[in-house]
């Protein structure tokens, strides 16, 4: 018994057999983790839909626990709403350069063109526009869910404001542009194309094509009406 005893309390001033028996989990090693989940609740949802998709689906497909699952995410809103992040982080990270570029504003086209190809992108990687459509499906009889939607879409809206007083200082949109109005309606480009893919399995290049003759890809939106320069 005294031995016992003394190897417990070995264990407590040895560091090294301390680390050995309770090693630290590293950031790495819980990234991968949520990772894990979050591609098996893509997996599920895109199989089964968003609605028929239960928490035990996907304990199943990332072969976790539930205990282990719900560290990370408490249900099935808070891993949709780490998706979509993940969706509209990626856009705007690939928009934020264009809306600031230093000297004359990129062009109106150029900017949703690169929303536009990043969207696709991410359709034939992960399947994200086809889980947003279940998403707002569904957001339609779930308040909160739809709280969730209208914050993630409306978190690019200041990059396309930024883009629109741009092209308004620089004359190529009338002094009195409604800029809020005027980036809402640029918004609406966005999920437009996402609806399109998902129910008629429209490309981009066939969407930017008929973009381009809307929004000319040399910048001046307001040549004809009215620019300063």
Same mark, same amino acid.
């Given at each position: 018994m005294r031995e016992c005893c003394r190897r417990v309390q070995l264990s407590?001033?040895?560091g090294r057999f301390y680390s050995a028996?309770?090693?630290k989990v590293s950031a790495e090693h819980r990234a991968a983790r949520r990772e894990q989940i979050l591609d098996a609740a893509r997996l599920?949802?895109?199989r089964n839909g968003f609605h028929a998709t239960t928490m035990q689906d996907v304990f199943a497909e990332a072969g976790m626990s539930a205990g282990a699952v719900y560290l990370y995410f408490p249900g099935?809103?808070?891993?949709?709403?780490?998706i979509a992040s993940e969706a /509209?982080?990626?856009?705007?990270?690939?928009?934020?350069?264009?809306?600031?570029a230093p000297g004359a504003p990129v062009a109106l086209y150029d900017v949703i063109a690169t929303a536009v190809i990043n969207l696709e992108r991410l359709d034939v990687e992960r399947g994200i526009p086809r889980i947003a459509v279940q998403v707002w499906g569904e957001a339609m009889r779930s308040p909160t869910l739809a709280e969730e939607v209208k914050e993630i879409v409306q978190s690019v809206a200041p990059l396309l404001r930024r883009l629109?007083?741009?092209?308004r200082d620089h004359g190529w949109l009338p002094d009195d542009v409604d800029v809020a109005a005027t980036a809402r309606a640029l918004l609406?480009? /966005?999920p437009g194309f996402i609806v399109q893919r998902v129910l008629t399995g429209l490309d981009a290049a066939t969407y930017l094509e008929g973009l381009q003759v809307l929004l000319p890809?040399?910048?001046?939106a307001g040549a004809s009406t009215g620019s300063r320069r």
């Open positions: 407590r001033t040895d028996t309770m090693p599920c949802f895109l099935k809103e808070e891993i949709v709403r780490a /509209i982080t990626q856009i705007s990270t690939a928009l934020t350069p264009l809306v600031d629109v007083e741009r092209h609406g480009l /966005i890809s040399h910048g001046r």
